[in-house]
């Protein structure tokens, strides 16, 4: 055998040697470095076994999570309250609402203010029915005090038996004197909720009780809303209990009125 011959010979056995697999030196302190590593990934299997332990763990959380997302959001969304007028009424909820300080003579306070959906009876033009609007507290403003704004607002008109949706629904809760209104746009006119009567300081004393339609400029159509009241309306807050008032027409001159003296 030349010399050529047995060094192509080593070569190729030192090639073929389990040792020298993956291993760069191919000595048997490298091969008891590999061992080491077979351990090591064994611990990391263990490793790896935690890490699925804890997110199982994790997964649990998450699914208590959810579940309590899930019971909040269907007290406003998911149940509703039974009603025989048609509407998908839902339960208001309550919400916490950071006012700033825009003047440290009047210091803001932050409101827990619920919902503001109301129920109104509706008669104008032949048209007798019910509407159901729902506002949301998005903010609030301060001036004397704290006031809520609902910049979150839709609603729905029911005309015999059937039901369905306006547009431009908005609710003005009506500065510190709480004078409140909800305005409408259907049938190409836009309507006003509003009191026909306020007292002491221009102060309303009762909930709105009358209708003002406009046409779809703005311009007055009739004013229902003066001392003849002529086109009366019974509105009812919605608590958060789902249950409201009456639609029996309650209404009585506000004390201090100057149109009733």
Same mark, same amino acid.
């Given at each position: 055998m030349t010399p050529r011959t047995a060094l192509t010979l080593a070569a190729t056995l030192l090639l073929l040697s389990p040792a020298a697999c993956g291993d760069s030196g191919g &000595? =048997?302190?490298?091969? *008891?470095? &590999?061992?080491t590593t077979q351990t090591d990934t064994a611990e990391a299997d263990t490793t790896v076994a935690d890490t699925a332990v804890a997110d199982t763990t994790a997964a649990d959380?998450? *699914?208590? +999570?959810?579940?309590?997302?899930? =019971?909040?959001?269907?007290? $406003?969304?998911e149940d509703t309250v039974d009603n025989d007028l048609g509407f998908t009424i839902r339960y208001p909820a309550t919400h916490h609402i950071d006012c700033e300080d825009p003047d440290p003579d009047f210091p803001a306070e932050d409101l827990d203010e619920p919902d503001a959906d109301w129920l109104c009876t509706f008669d104008y033009d032949g048209a007798s029915g019910h509407v159901y609007v729902q506002a949301t507290p998005t903010g609030c403003f301060v001036t004397l005090s704290s006031t809520p704004v609902y910049d979150d607002c839709a609603g729905w008109i029911a005309l015999d038996g059937t039901v369905s949706p306006v547009t431009d629904a908005d609710y003005d809760w009506g500065g510190n004197h709480h004078n409140d209104t909800i305005t409408f746009t259907w049938d190409?006119?836009?309507?006003?909720?509003?009191?026909?009567?306020? @007292?002491w300081g221009f102060r309303q004393c009762q909930e709105m009780d009358c209708l003002v339609v406009r046409d779809s @400029? /703005? +311009?007055?159509?009739?004013? @229902?809303?003066?001392?003849?009241? =002529?086109?009366? *309306? $019974?509105?009812?807050?919605?608590?958060? +209990? @789902?249950?409201? /008032? &009456?639609?029996?027409? =309650?209404?009585?001159?506000?004390?201090g009125d100057p149109n009733y003296e």
């Open positions: &000595s =048997t302190t490298d091969t *008891a470095e &590999s061992d959380t998450t *699914a208590e +999570d959810t579940a309590e997302a899930d =019971t909040g959001a269907s007290d $406003v969304s190409g006119k836009r309507f006003t909720y509003d009191h026909s009567s306020f @007292g @400029g /703005g +311009d007055l159509i009739e004013d @229902g809303c003066t001392k003849d009241r =002529t086109l009366p *309306a $019974v509105c009812r807050l919605i608590g958060t +209990d @789902g249950t409201w /008032g &009456s639609f029996e027409d =309650t209404f009585e001159p506000c004390d």
